[in-house]
């Protein structure tokens, strides 16, 4: 069985300040990962993947993440925050052979003006 | 390049009553997969289709089924409508060259 872990429900910062949402996983074999985001009354939107190679990986808007296969997490960052990225985000993982994806409950973010 | 587009936006039906909704998928994309969203959840996965048939199932009931027509557009039924099946029915589309899915706007279904 595979799981997607967001363990806070809610992110505040501050704009212009470093954001970070955390994600663990757990499923067999190494996956791909991914983060999605949502605004409201809207579908999902892709940021970055990780399939292979660096651990470190960069997206849309500024955002990047870091894949930690030790500790199985995959966590969002985005060095200076800006209003507009207030949104729900979720991650994703997803089994080499089997394309279908496994979302976390996601995570609000709220960044402050 | 047109993206993933579903219809209706919205849609109210009653307990009992059957629906049907419709995905059309990114241009070159050949595979759909549909994913239902309840209010403060993560999506989760219904069903996927390619080449006209349902290539993997998640954990939903029967009343649960699904459509692909020759140009990969989608439809998803659901029959005997329950007020906990009011959620956001999300469509996704992907290719054989592709990693991600890509999703629509969404259909927001609400039983009463």
């Known amino acids: 069985a595979q799981s997607v872990a967001q363990p806070e429900d809610q992110v505040n910062v501050a704009e212009g300040n470093p954001l970070t949402v955390k994600c663990t996983y757990s499923?067999?074999?190494?996956?791909?990962l991914f983060w999605y985001v949502q605004y409201p009354n809207r579908g999902l939107q892709f940021l970055l993947k990780?399939?292979?190679?660096?651990?470190l990986v960069k997206g849309s808007y500024g955002f990047e993440a870091e894949f930690n296969k030790s500790q199985t997490s995959f966590h969002l960052k985005k060095p200076s925050a800006l209003v507009s990225d207030s949104a729900l985000y979720f991650c994703?993982?997803?089994?080499?052979?089997?394309?279908?994806?496994?979302f976390g409950k996601g995570n609000q973010v709220v960044v402050i003006p | 390049d047109a993206g993933v587009t579903q219809s209706p936006t919205h849609l109210i039906k009653t307990r009992g009553q059957q629906v049907t909704l419709r995905c059309s998928p990114k241009s070159g994309h050949d595979t759909v997969s549909w994913y239902q969203q309840a209010l403060g959840q993560g999506p989760q996965f219904i069903f996927q289709?390619?080449?006209?048939?349902?290539?993997q199932r998640g954990n939903f009931p029967d009343r649960f089924s699904g459509h692909q027509f020759p140009n990969y557009s989608s439809e998803l039924n659901v029959n005997a409508l329950l007020l906990g099946d009011s959620a956001l029915y999300l469509c996704?589309?992907?290719?054989?060259?592709?990693?991600?899915?890509?999703f629509g706007p969404g259909t927001r279904l609400t039983v009463t």
């Open positions: 994703a993982v997803r089994p080499k052979r089997v394309d279908r994806l496994a």
């Open positions: 990780y399939i292979t190679g660096d651990n």
């Open positions: 499923v067999s074999g190494n996956p791909y």
């Open positions: 289709y390619y080449e006209e048939e349902e290539r």
């Open positions: 996704a589309s992907s290719g054989d060259r592709d990693y991600e899915q890509y």
